[in-house]
């Protein structure tokens, strides 16, 4: 297939606050369905703890804009486009990443003296995803579009896991998704040594590592061959993950962040807030491929090739 996926290796950590339910509390299959970002607007709400994430869709500008302007022009200028924003969680985020997505179209359809195309914008994250907040924010939105589109560009959300088919075969022609794809479906099977720790850390056994590792080679190629599906050809996908330079996945600067979580829990243990149990069952569904291990997962899957690959490290990140 001619789809091109460009990749964004990202060496930082989430900013937002997470709420996942405890992998002993439910089936590991549903554990998608249980973590989702803090919605509404107030104080601990992603929507006013993600301007990492908004940095990041920053520096991420360029290579939207250029395959936006490619995939138009492979495609002989359309009447009608849509994209879809994979991940897109609750607040203004998806906004900025959707509105530089359309204004690049309407852009490149009058330079070319063309009236813009209709523009099908679909917000996707998991079922609990707070989508009130974020269509709240849907006017102001509509009343900074170029006055070309308004009227010609829908926006709609599509709840459910970017980890299943969300569209119909070949109907997607650009995909984006921002600081989401290290997320996995499930808490990776046999974690049982992994008691004292919410992640990878060292030392740890051999195993746990290669659990994690397995769990995002399986969840990484599910979600290229469901993108497969859904995108025509000669379409294109933009892809922003938290990655890490480092080749040792047991190095210190790959897990530190969420060490604190792990040193956290077992102080709540210690005062006796927390059953021991309960922290002994608990690891996140997340991980942080390396370059190789993600190039390698693309390459090994088949239905994309990889058109630009970049590593924004942890320096070049604004501070908050």
């Keep these: 297939m001619s789809q091109r996926v460009p990749n964004y290796h990202i060496d930082d950590t989430p900013a937002a606050t997470v709420h996942p339910t405890k992998a002993a509390d439910i089936p590991t299959d549903f554990i998608m369905s249980v973590i989702s970002m803090k919605g509404g607007d107030g104080k601990h709400s992603y929507a006013n703890n993600s301007e990492a994430q908004k940095n990041i869709n920053a520096l991420a500008k360029l290579a939207v804009v250029e395959n936006v302007k490619e995939v138009i022009v492979k495609l002989g200028f359309p009447g009608y486009i849509k994209v879809a924003d994979l991940g897109c969680s609750s607040g203004e985020n998806t906004f900025v990443a959707t509105s530089e997505i359309v204004n690049t179209i309407v852009e490149s359809y009058q330079q ?12 996707n994250d998991l079922p609990d995803n707070d989508f009130n907040t974020t269509f709240k924010l849907l006017p102001s939105f509509h009343e900074k579009l170029q006055l070309d589109v308004k009227g010609k560009c829908f926006v709609s959300g599509v709840p459910g896991s970017f980890y299943s088919r969300l569209f119909p075969s070949k109907s997607l022609h650009f995909v984006h998704s921002s600081f989401s794809l290290h997320w996995l479906s499930k808490v990776p099977d046999g974690l049982e040594e992994n008691k004292t720790n919410v992640y990878l850390r060292s030392p740890c056994p051999p195993n746990v590592y290669e659990s994690y590792l397995t ?8 979600f290229l061959r469901m993108r497969a599906e859904e995108t025509m050809p000669n379409g294109r996908m933009v892809l922003t993950l938290v990655g890490r330079k480092a080749l040792n996945p047991l190095s210190k600067d790959c897990f530190q962040n969420w060490s604190l979580i792990s040193y956290s829990l077992l102080d709540l243990v210690s005062e006796g807030l927390v059953k021991e149990s309960d922290v002994g069952s608990f690891n996140l569904p997340f991980y942080n491929p390396d370059e190789n291990e993600l190039s390698e997962v693309i390459e090994n899957e ?3 090739k990889i058109n630009n690959f970049e590593t924004l490290f942890g320096s070049n990140i604004p501070s908050s």
């Design 215 to 222: 769990q995002f080679k399986n969840d990484f190629s599910l």
């Design 302 to 304: 088949g239905s994309f």
């Design 112 to 123: 070319k003296g063309q009236n813009p195309p209709e523009i099908d914008c679909c917000l």
